[in-house]
Protein backbone atom coordinates (compact mmCIF):
# COMPACT_ATOMS: atom_id res chain seq x y z
CA UNK A 1 0.00 0.00 0.00
CA UNK A 2 1.19 3.44 -0.70
CA UNK A 3 0.76 5.62 1.81
CA UNK A 4 0.39 9.25 0.96
CA UNK A 5 2.67 12.21 0.88
CA UNK A 6 1.85 15.39 2.52
CA UNK A 7 1.75 17.63 5.12
CA UNK A 8 1.59 15.72 8.32
CA UNK A 9 4.75 13.45 7.11
CA UNK A 10 6.63 16.57 5.82
CA UNK A 11 6.17 18.66 9.10
CA UNK A 12 8.10 15.83 11.52
CA UNK A 13 11.24 15.23 8.72
CA UNK A 14 11.34 19.15 8.60
CA UNK A 15 11.40 19.93 12.62
CA UNK A 16 14.00 16.95 13.12
CA UNK A 17 16.51 18.09 10.31
CA UNK A 18 16.34 21.82 11.68
CA UNK A 19 16.97 20.70 15.25
CA UNK A 20 20.21 18.56 13.77
CA UNK A 21 21.15 21.65 11.98
CA UNK A 22 20.87 23.98 14.53
CA UNK A 23 23.38 21.86 16.47
CA UNK A 24 26.02 21.59 14.07
CA UNK A 25 26.17 25.41 12.65
CA UNK A 26 26.05 26.61 16.47
CA UNK A 27 29.51 25.09 18.17
CA UNK A 28 30.39 25.46 21.35
CA UNK A 29 32.61 28.32 22.43
CA UNK A 30 35.87 27.16 24.48
CA UNK A 31 37.45 27.87 27.12
CA UNK A 32 39.63 30.76 27.86
CA UNK A 33 40.43 30.86 31.75
CA UNK A 34 44.04 33.18 31.56
CA UNK A 35 45.10 30.75 34.65
CA UNK A 36 45.20 27.92 31.48
CA UNK A 37 45.94 30.49 28.83
CA UNK A 38 49.47 31.37 29.77
CA UNK A 39 50.77 27.85 30.77
CA UNK A 40 49.50 25.36 29.00
CA UNK A 41 47.65 26.92 26.23
CA UNK A 42 50.89 28.70 25.45
CA UNK A 43 52.88 25.79 25.06
CA UNK A 44 53.04 26.63 21.18
CA UNK A 45 55.56 29.68 22.11
CA UNK A 46 58.12 27.90 23.23
CA UNK A 47 61.54 28.53 21.29
CA UNK A 48 59.51 31.98 19.69
CA UNK A 49 62.03 34.59 19.06
CA UNK A 50 59.56 36.47 16.85
CA UNK A 51 56.00 36.82 16.47
CA UNK A 52 53.69 38.03 13.63
CA UNK A 53 50.43 39.16 13.72
CA UNK A 54 47.24 40.05 11.06
CA UNK A 55 43.95 41.29 11.26
CA UNK A 56 41.21 43.50 11.47
CA UNK A 57 41.04 47.15 13.50
CA UNK A 58 38.12 49.36 14.19
CA UNK A 59 37.51 51.98 16.83
CA UNK A 60 34.69 53.90 17.77
CA UNK A 61 33.44 56.76 19.83
CA UNK A 62 30.96 59.07 20.20
CA UNK A 63 31.35 60.79 17.12
CA UNK A 64 33.04 58.62 15.00
CA UNK A 65 34.03 55.15 13.56
CA UNK A 66 37.36 54.12 11.72
CA UNK A 67 37.93 50.53 10.02
CA UNK A 68 41.40 48.83 8.79
CA UNK A 69 43.67 46.29 9.08
CA UNK A 70 46.86 46.11 11.33
CA UNK A 71 50.16 44.41 11.11
CA UNK A 72 52.14 43.54 14.42
CA UNK A 73 55.68 42.15 14.56
CA UNK A 74 57.10 41.26 18.00
CA UNK A 75 60.98 41.09 17.83
CA UNK A 76 62.73 39.87 20.87
CA UNK A 77 65.22 42.50 22.44
CA UNK A 78 62.72 45.10 22.87
CA UNK A 79 61.96 45.39 18.69
CA UNK A 80 58.41 45.87 17.83
CA UNK A 81 57.04 47.25 14.53
CA UNK A 82 53.02 48.08 14.27
CA UNK A 83 51.28 49.42 11.07
CA UNK A 84 47.74 50.20 10.50
CA UNK A 85 46.34 50.24 7.41
CA UNK A 86 42.61 52.01 5.62
CA UNK A 87 41.11 51.01 2.84
CA UNK A 88 43.28 50.22 -0.79
CA UNK A 89 45.98 49.20 1.61
CA UNK A 90 46.75 53.01 2.52
CA UNK A 91 49.23 53.77 5.57
CA UNK A 92 47.12 55.07 8.48
CA UNK A 93 49.89 54.84 11.05
CA UNK A 94 53.23 53.23 11.67
CA UNK A 95 55.20 52.97 14.75
CA UNK A 96 58.43 51.20 15.06
CA UNK A 97 60.20 50.62 18.53
CA UNK A 98 64.09 49.81 18.40
CA UNK A 99 66.62 50.03 21.36
CA UNK A 100 64.13 51.56 23.69
CA UNK A 101 63.12 54.08 21.09
CA UNK A 102 59.57 54.59 19.60
CA UNK A 103 59.50 55.92 16.20
CA UNK A 104 56.23 57.23 14.75
CA UNK A 105 54.38 58.20 11.46
CA UNK A 106 50.89 59.05 10.67
CA UNK A 107 49.17 60.07 7.33
CA UNK A 108 49.24 63.90 8.62
CA UNK A 109 52.64 64.14 9.03
CA UNK A 110 55.72 63.89 6.74
CA UNK A 111 58.14 63.16 9.87
CA UNK A 112 58.63 60.80 12.39
CA UNK A 113 58.38 61.38 16.05
CA UNK A 114 60.35 60.41 18.74
CA UNK A 115 60.06 59.46 21.88
CA UNK A 116 60.78 57.30 24.55
CA UNK A 117 59.02 53.95 25.09
CA UNK A 118 57.19 55.00 28.29
CA UNK A 119 55.68 58.25 26.71
CA UNK A 120 52.36 57.93 26.03
CA UNK A 121 51.21 57.16 22.28
CA UNK A 122 48.44 59.09 20.36
CA UNK A 123 46.91 57.68 16.57
CA UNK A 124 44.31 60.22 16.08
CA UNK A 125 42.36 58.55 13.51
CA UNK A 126 42.05 55.08 15.41
CA UNK A 127 41.67 57.24 18.67
CA UNK A 128 44.79 55.23 20.46
CA UNK A 129 46.10 57.47 23.46
CA UNK A 130 47.18 57.08 26.94
CA UNK A 131 48.90 53.66 25.97
CA UNK A 132 52.77 54.04 25.59
CA UNK A 133 54.44 52.37 23.34
CA UNK A 134 56.36 49.01 25.58
CA UNK A 135 52.92 48.03 25.98
CA UNK A 136 51.34 48.08 22.51
CA UNK A 137 52.26 44.48 22.13
CA UNK A 138 51.65 43.26 25.54
CA UNK A 139 47.70 44.54 24.85
CA UNK A 140 47.58 42.88 21.71
CA UNK A 141 49.12 39.61 21.92
CA UNK A 142 49.72 39.20 25.84
CA UNK A 143 51.03 35.73 26.03
CA UNK A 144 54.55 36.64 23.88
CA UNK A 145 55.30 38.34 27.13
CA UNK A 146 53.62 37.53 29.85
CA UNK A 147 53.48 33.76 29.98
CA UNK A 148 56.05 32.07 31.94
CA UNK A 149 56.27 34.95 34.50
CA UNK A 150 52.94 33.87 36.77
CA UNK A 151 51.98 34.44 40.28
CA UNK A 152 48.41 33.77 41.22
CA UNK A 153 46.28 35.38 44.19
CA UNK A 154 43.24 33.62 45.05
CA UNK A 155 40.76 34.02 42.28
CA UNK A 156 42.75 36.36 39.64
CA UNK A 157 45.84 35.80 37.99
CA UNK A 158 48.61 38.89 38.75
CA UNK A 159 51.87 38.88 36.72
CA UNK A 160 54.65 41.19 36.64
CA UNK A 161 57.23 41.81 33.72
CA UNK A 162 58.81 44.57 32.38
CA UNK A 163 58.87 46.84 35.26
CA UNK A 164 54.95 46.73 35.15
CA UNK A 165 52.05 44.87 37.29
CA UNK A 166 49.17 43.26 34.98
CA UNK A 167 45.94 41.87 36.60
CA UNK A 168 43.94 39.36 34.82
CA UNK A 169 40.18 38.49 36.15
CA UNK A 170 38.62 35.48 34.50
CA UNK A 171 34.54 35.74 33.19
CA UNK A 172 32.24 34.11 35.26
CA UNK A 173 31.60 31.59 32.38
CA UNK A 174 35.44 31.08 31.50
CA UNK A 175 35.06 32.17 28.14
CA UNK A 176 37.02 35.60 27.96
CA UNK A 177 39.11 37.43 30.66
CA UNK A 178 39.71 40.92 30.99
CA UNK A 179 43.39 42.50 31.73
CA UNK A 180 44.02 45.70 33.30
CA UNK A 181 47.33 47.04 34.48
CA UNK A 182 48.18 50.09 37.45
CA UNK A 183 49.88 51.85 35.27
CA UNK A 184 47.36 52.47 32.10
CA UNK A 185 44.42 53.66 32.14
CA UNK A 186 43.29 51.04 30.35
CA UNK A 187 41.43 47.90 30.30
CA UNK A 188 41.77 44.90 27.49
CA UNK A 189 39.28 41.79 27.30
CA UNK A 190 40.03 38.41 25.49
CA UNK A 191 37.61 36.41 23.69
CA UNK A 192 36.82 34.17 21.27
CA UNK A 193 39.74 31.52 21.62
CA UNK A 194 41.92 30.35 18.38
CA UNK A 195 43.03 26.97 18.46
CA UNK A 196 46.93 26.92 16.69
CA UNK A 197 49.84 23.74 17.27
CA UNK A 198 50.61 22.66 20.46
CA UNK A 199 48.00 25.55 22.57
CA UNK A 200 45.42 28.74 21.95
CA UNK A 201 45.45 32.21 22.05
CA UNK A 202 42.14 34.81 22.17
CA UNK A 203 41.61 35.92 18.97
CA UNK A 204 39.41 38.72 19.79
CA UNK A 205 40.76 42.07 21.67
CA UNK A 206 38.46 45.08 22.71
CA UNK A 207 40.39 47.89 24.40
CA UNK A 208 39.04 50.90 26.35
CA UNK A 209 39.99 53.59 29.03
CA UNK A 210 37.86 52.87 32.06
CA UNK A 211 35.21 55.96 31.78
CA UNK A 212 34.86 53.94 27.78
CA UNK A 213 35.02 57.34 26.09
CA UNK A 214 36.42 54.81 23.06
CA UNK A 215 36.95 51.32 22.17
CA UNK A 216 38.97 49.78 19.60
CA UNK A 217 38.31 46.58 18.97
CA UNK A 218 40.54 43.75 17.36
CA UNK A 219 39.97 40.72 15.33
CA UNK A 220 43.22 38.77 14.75
CA UNK A 221 43.08 36.36 11.39
CA UNK A 222 46.43 35.07 11.66
CA UNK A 223 49.74 34.72 13.38
CA UNK A 224 53.14 32.98 12.36
CA UNK A 225 55.95 32.46 14.93
CA UNK A 226 59.77 33.01 13.72
CA UNK A 227 58.67 34.66 10.26
CA UNK A 228 61.93 36.42 8.06
CA UNK A 229 61.39 40.19 8.80
CA UNK A 230 62.18 41.94 6.10
CA UNK A 231 64.84 44.85 6.61
CA UNK A 232 62.40 47.57 5.73
CA UNK A 233 59.78 46.79 7.93
CA UNK A 234 62.36 48.92 10.33
CA UNK A 235 63.28 51.74 7.40
CA UNK A 236 62.34 55.07 8.68
CA UNK A 237 62.67 56.52 4.81
Excluded at 88 to 107: E, G, H, W, Y
Excluded at 142 to 166: A, E
Aim: proline fraction near 6%; hydrophobic fraction near 40%; charge should be negative.
Amino acid sequence: MNLPVGKFYIIPILFSWLSVSSCILIPAEKPLNPRLLFTLGSEFLENTESIAVKGAIDFEDDYNRESGSFNLIINRGDSLAFLIEGPFKIDIFRLIIVNQTAFAIDRESDTWTVAATDEKLIIPDYGIRGITPDLLGHYIFPQFYLSGDSRFNSDNMTISKDGYVFHLNPSRDQKSFTLTSAEQDLSAVYSRRKDTGGGYYPSKIAISPHDESWRISLEIDRIKLNPEIPARIWDRD
